[in-house]
């Protein structure tokens, strides 16, 4: 005979943990995430996440049914960050701006878990929340249902690959960040214009642009293609 199915409310702990910490989904990915801050993607396990909560590492299967699963959680808080406080203003083009500096500054807040997420597909609410708000911003600017797909595709990647880069970059040791950041001003500012005069032309600009995310400016040509693309369309 079959066994019955536990319902999902029912596996979960109702009973406080030793430190008398009632346990929830929201509990354990802000401990989830305070790790991945403090020891990277290696201290992140059921055992460390147990001793963090002070509970038994299994309760943690309760809410989960595994680390990957966690993982995904993760992500799509995450998102939700993003979106905490965000409402569409009407204008297509400054809602998508303030979308994408929203979610790719709630990824690189958390340069640890966003080597974890950006790549992943959650499915779960937040994410759900942010592809509908995305897709609906731009339907009802008047972009016909292909470039809809087309652009959004583009701008929700664009965003996560930036935010896997710029988060790569600051979970990086501080010595090594600085040790990257000096090499614009020593080794690309000292080439001599006879061998390299491209770049010996470019090195004052280069040493000042390249220590930051080159994001805002690709978001801003994003948007200049999907406006012109919109002219296009116009009568």
């Known amino acids: 005979m079959a066994k ?7 596996r979960r702990r109702r009973r406080p943990t030793r430190s008398g910490t009632v346990l929830s989904e929201h509990l354990i990915v802000e401990a989830a995430l305070r790790l ?30 595994g680390m990957d ?15 905490r406080g965000w409402r569409p203003t009407g204008e297509w083009r400054t809602d998508l701006h303030a979308v994408g500096l929203r979610i790719h500054a709630a990824y690189v807040a958390h ?12 499915g779960r609410a937040n994410e759900l929340a942010a592809d509908e708000a995305v897709l609906d911003v731009l339907r009802t600017a008047g972009f016909p249902l292909p470039d809809t ?4 595709h583009a701008f929700i990647d664009q965003t996560l690959a930036f935010a896997a880069l710029d988060a790569a970059s600051l979970a990086l040791p501080r010595a090594a960040q600085r040790a990257d ?28 642009r390249m220590v930051t995310s080159a994001y805002p400016t690709a978001l801003e040509m994003l948007l200049d293609s999907a406006q012109a693309t919109l002219a296009r369309l116009s009568p």
Do not use: K, N
């Open 181 to 208: 950041d000096a090499m614009w001003r020593s080794t690309y500012a000292r080439l001599p214009a006879a061998t390299h005069p491209r770049i010996a032309e470019a090195a004052p600009l280069l040493s000042t």
């Open 69 to 83: 699963e966690l993982t995904l959680a993760i992500g799509d808080a995450l998102v939700g960050e993003a979106l």
């Open 149 to 152: 797909v087309r652009i959004y």
């Open 36 to 65: 991945l801050r403090e020891h990277g993607s290696a201290g992140l396990s059921a055992r460390r996440l147990g001793l963090a909560l002070d509970c038994d590492p299994s309760t943690l299967y309760r809410y989960f049914r």
């Open 4 to 10: 019955p199915v536990v319902p999902e409310e029912r």
């Open 111 to 122: 340069p640890q878990a966003a080597q974890l997420t950006t790549s992943r597909v959650t």
